[in-house]
């Protein structure tokens, strides 16, 4: 006789109030050591590839896929994207399965604050962001996938409106600082840089405690 199918909407209570985050690898990093700074040890990470980004219309799906395949073992899940260029649908997705995500369009909102985010977006509307994260991986997810390590000629047609490059500090790291500034010297942008921490991704972990 064979098993009925699993009602993935009514997830119910899991002994041990267990949380999962399910988010984008870029945040990995960050989301081990809150949980770790925090003693979130009922908090459990897993992550979608990174290089989703470069194709933000898969994010949807494969956040639905994680959410049916997680929910059964977890009293909460949280989802750590932004909307992340998915145009409202990734919210859609999260709206039908009942999970929320961490508010903002992007990691760089969620780290520097909406506010913040918002005024230097204003102030300097031709900026682009790095994380630590886009620091440490700048020559394997901007570089290569742009083809600017063998066209360096296309930089203008990806950058030619940009003024600055604005690194938000998540942990200070001499090795990272040095990398955004060679990143912002490789593609021809001033340099600032911000110190943001977690910003809300913190804050989210730690209303799970």
Do not use: W
């Not at 945040?27 to 897993?46: F, S, Y």
């Not at 219309?57 to 959410?67: F, Q």
């Not at 760089?108 to 991986?137: I, M």
């Not at 742009?146 to 066209?151: E, F, I, S, V």
Request: glycine letters at 10%; proline letters at 6%.
């Amino acid at each position: 006789m064979s098993r009925p199918a699993p009602d993935t909407q009514s997830p119910g209570p899991v002994p041990g109030g267990r949380v999962l985050v399910i988010a984008c690898g870029a945040l990995a990093n960050e989301v081990l050591a809150i949980t770790r700074q925090h003693g979130l040890t009922h908090i459990d990470l897993q992550c979608l590839p990174a290089q989703l980004h470069n194709r933000p219309e898969k994010i949807p799906d494969a956040v639905r896929r994680a959410i049916h395949v997680a929910r059964h073992d977890y009293e909460r899940i949280l989802i750590g994207y932004g909307d992340c260029g998915t145009g409202g649908l990734l919210d859609k997705v999260l709206e039908d399965e009942g999970v929320e995500r961490i508010e903002g369009a992007h990691c760089y909102a969620f780290f520097a604050g909406l506010d913040v985010f918002d005024a230097e977006a204003e102030s300097e509307p031709g900026t682009f962001y790095l994380t630590d994260f886009l620091a440490r991986h700048f020559e394997t997810l901007v570089i290569r996938p742009l083809g600017l390590d063998t066209h360096p000629e296309l930089r203008d047609a990806y950058f030619g409106n940009y003024t600055r490059l604005l690194y938000l500090v998540q942990a200070p790291d001499p090795a990272l600082e040095a990398r955004a500034r060679a990143a912002a010297e490789r593609i021809g942008l001033a340099y600032a840089q911000r110190h943001t921490g977690y910003g809300l991704l913190e804050a989210r972990l730690r209303q799970h405690a």
